[in-house]
C-alpha cells in the first residue's frame, strides 16, 4: 500500500443523543466538541451552547462516537418532530414532509449595509496563512470568523464544507462570541446561508460562486453574500437598499 500520510484523514463519526444515535457522519477528526455543538445547533436541536450538559468522544475502530446529553426539553421537541415524521410514512405526504424540513422557515436578519470594500483587501491572503491543514494535506475546506477590522480571528477546518462551518458556530457558541461576518472557502450552497442566517452572522463571503437557490434564500433572509473570485473583482448580493428594501443588489465591488 502506498504512503497515504500526505493526505487528509477522513472518519465516520456517530453522533447519539441522550443514548440514541441521531446520525453518522463522515468528518476530519478534529475539534469534535465544536462539531457536536455546531452540528445540533444548526440542526436546531439545541438552541443555545447550555442546552448541551455533557459530550464524550470515544474513538472506535472506524472512527468516533460522540456521546451527547442535552437538555430534556430538547430531546422532547426531537422526539415529536421525529414522531411527526414517522407517522407520515406511506401516506403520500412524507415527501413533502422532508422538503419542508430541508427548508425550515427561518428568522430574517436585521438589514444590514454591505461589507465595507476595503475590509476584502488581503483576505484570499490571509486565509491561506489560517489554513494549517490545507497546507499540509491540500484539498480541505474552512470556514472562518471575521472579526469588525477585517482580521480572521478563527478557523476551522474539514474535509466536508457544511463540517467546518459547523465546527466554527460550534467554537463560537461554546466561548459565547458573536460575529457578523463569516468565511467559507468552498462554494456557497443553500446549506451553508442556512448555517449563517441560523448563527445570527450578517455577511457570509464564499470563494466559489454561490447557486441560484443560496442568493434567493439570503435575499430571503436578509444575509449578505460577498462571492470573491480569484482573479475578478467581489460580487455582492444584498436586499439592502435604502429605496427598495427588499429588492435584488448584485453589485461588484
Known sequence: MPALAHLVEEVAVSININGINHAVMMTTPDDLDDF????????SIIHHNHDVHDIRVTPTELGFVLDVTIANRCLAQLQRRRRR??????????????VEQAFPELRPLPLTPPLDAGLLVGLRPQIAQWQLKAQQ??????????????????????????????KLIGLLLRRQLACDTLVVTSRCGSELIQKAVLFGARHL???????QLAVRLALKYHLNVVHIPKFDAPVCYSSHRPSDPIGECHEPY
Open 205 to 211: 463571503v464564499c470563494l466559489a460562486s454561490p447557486s
Open 137 to 166: 494535506y491540500g484539498a480541505i475546506h474552512a470556514a472562518l470568523a471575521l472579526d469588525a477590522q477585517g482580521k480572521i480571528v478563527h478557523c476551522r477546518e474539514d474535509i466536508g464544507r457544511h463540517n467546518a462551518l459547523d
Open 36 to 43: 457536536a455543538i455546531g452540528f445540533l445547533f444548526c440542526e
Open 85 to 98: 415524521l414517522t407517522g407520515a410514512t406511506g401516506c403520500g405526504i412524507c415527501g413533502v414532509e422532508a
